[in-house]
């Protein structure tokens, strides 16, 4: 019996053009990339438990790292079952890093305290906590409420 291979052309044409499509397009999957991995620190609604998310950020060419971080922190978790470290609303006016030492201004939002945030003193520690972990470089982070020392 004798098989006539020419017929088979059109197939392994078609299968070797598929192929180099699946590699091209994993290449590009690859080197597009998620981002850097952070994990995020957030308090649960049952008393004294946590909950760990891990988030992808991308670079953002308007902010440096830590800054970026600490926005997609106060911003609060995407899980149901979580509390907000910081009333909703409240935003970051300034952060940076200098010698080791990260410095954040919180807008005074921060005083009001709203539905299913957890104590100021708290979400500034976790806040701390969160920045500490994910930057392990950084040794001190001093917390300012609208210009002026958080809890002297």
Same mark, same amino acid.
């Given at each position: 019996?004798?098989?006539? !291979?020419?017929? !088979?052309?059109?197939?392994?044409?078609?299968?070797?053009?598929?192929?180099?499509?699946?590699?091209? &397009?994993?290449?590009c999957?690859? /080197? /597009?990339?998620?981002? *850097?991995?952070?994990?995020?620190?957030?308090? +649960?609604?049952?008393?004294?438990?946590?909950?760990? #998310?891990?988030?992808?950020?991308? #670079? @953002?060419?308007? *902010?440096?790292?830590?800054?970026?971080?600490?926005?997609?922190?106060?911003?609060? &978790?995407? !899980?149901?079952?979580?509390?907000?470290?910081?009333?909703?609303?409240? *935003?970051?006016?300034? +952060?940076? #890093?200098? @010698? *080791?030492?990260?410095?954040?201004?919180?807008s005074?939002?921060?005083?009001?305290?709203?539905?299913?945030?957890?104590?100021?003193?708290?979400?500034?520690?976790?806040?701390k906590? @969160?920045?500490?972990? @994910?930057?392990?470089?950084? #040794?001190?982070?001093?917390? !300012?409420?609208?210009?002026?020392?958080?809890?002297?």
């Amino acid at each position: 019996m004798k098989i006539n !291979f020419k017929k !088979f052309i059109p197939l392994y044409i078609t299968a070797a053009v598929m192929a180099l499509l699946m590699l091209i &397009s994993s290449l590009c999957y690859a /080197k /597009k990339g998620y981002g *850097k991995k952070f994990v995020f620190i957030f308090p +649960c609604v049952d008393e004294g438990k946590y909950i760990l #998310e891990t988030r992808y950020l991308k #670079e @953002n060419p308007n *902010k440096d790292a830590i800054a970026y971080f600490a926005d997609e922190l106060v911003l609060g &978790s995407g !899980f149901e079952r979580t509390k907000y470290l910081f009333t909703p609303g409240t *935003k970051i006016n300034s +952060c940076f #890093e200098r @010698n *080791k030492v990260v410095y954040i201004d919180l807008s005074a939002d921060i005083i009001y305290m709203g539905h299913n945030v957890i104590s100021i003193r708290e979400g500034i520690e976790l806040l701390k906590k @969160n920045i500490k972990k @994910n930057f392990p470089h950084v #040794e001190e982070v001093q917390v !300012f409420v609208d210009g002026k020392y958080a809890f002297e």
